[in-house]
């Protein structure tokens, strides 16, 4: 009996500190909310870093840490990009007839939550009327990325130019069903380099296409809220293209890489 008055006391103050530690972890808890909460949480995250999912991979983080699969091309590769004096559409005819814009760079997508960074061209049969039609390399270039990022991208190639005032700039090439091209391969303006493709049955067929000013191949993400190095893909191809509307012409490099396919027979 005589124990029990003596072993109360420090029962309650381990309870008291127990307590006192909880309010502590909780009033953290409570500030670090607040903080998450004028920042504007999930939605401003989303809002500042891009919508990622479902088309992501292959992109630098939001937090900083450099992901090993960003890659800048190798002095090697950039002595090999040709410099392209001329662009044509990577769908339809030369001019880019038989061909829609579905959903058209920087439309805002509500179900994602974020702007659209590419051109989805379609065939203008609508729905699956183009899956397999023929995909071209919009000018002369250097195969940098040619393989499947993640199921929802399906196939993707990028082909790195020059554009005539020395700039470098990217055309890639999405969902698509096959791919034609080895990475590291030329390949001229006009080239099949793949076929239209429903990136593994994710979306109805169509090719969701991009230009970009860089010298790096990052996929990224299909959706974002802020351009960086994307442009706007259809408008550049029209403002790279330096031949008149009904100009029709094979690239020189077309007939030098076929000489040169010809001479190693
Ligand atoms: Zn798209």
Do not use: C
Request: proline share 6%; glycine share 10%.
């Amino acid at each position: 009996m005589s124990s029990e008055p003596t072993s109360q006391p420090p029962a309650s103050k381990s309870r008291g500190t127990f307590l006192y530690l909880l309010t502590l972890v909780g009033a953290a808890a409570l500030v670090g909310f607040a903080i998450w909460n004028v920042s504007g949480g999930a939605d401003a995250q989303v809002e500042r870093f891009g919508k990622q999912a479902p088309e992501s991979a292959l992109m630098m983080p939001a937090d900083g840490k450099v992901d090993s699969r960003f890659h800048f091309l190798n002095a090697w590769q950039v002595a090999q990009v040709p410099k392209a004096v001329r662009f044509d559409p990577p769908l339809g005819s030369e001019h880019g007839a038989l061909v829609y814009n579905g959903q058209k760079y920087w439309e805002m997508n509500e179900k994602r939550g974020a702007h659209h960074v590419g051109d989805d061209l379609n065939g203008i049969g609508g729905m699956n009327t183009d899956l397999g039609d023929p995909v071209f390399a919009v000018a002369d270039g250097l195969v940098v990325f040619s393989g499947e990022p993640t199921p929802e991208w399906g196939k993707v190639i990028v082909v790195a130019h020059k554009s005539p005032d020395g700039k470098p700039v990217h055309s890639m090439y999405s969902h698509l069903d096959r791919i034609d091209v080895a990475k590291d391969s030329l390949v001229a303006r006009g080239t099949r380099i793949g076929t239209v493709g429903t990136a593994n049955g994710y979306y109805p067929a169509h090719l969701h296409f991009e230009m970009r000013s860089a010298d790096g191949v990052d996929i990224g993400g299909g959706y974002g809220s802020q351009t960086l190095n994307r442009l706007d893909p259809m408008a550049t191809v029209q403002s790279l293209r330096h031949a008149a509307p009904e100009a029709l012409s094979p690239s020189a490099l077309a007939s030098t890489l076929a000489k040169s396919v010809a001479v190693t027979k």
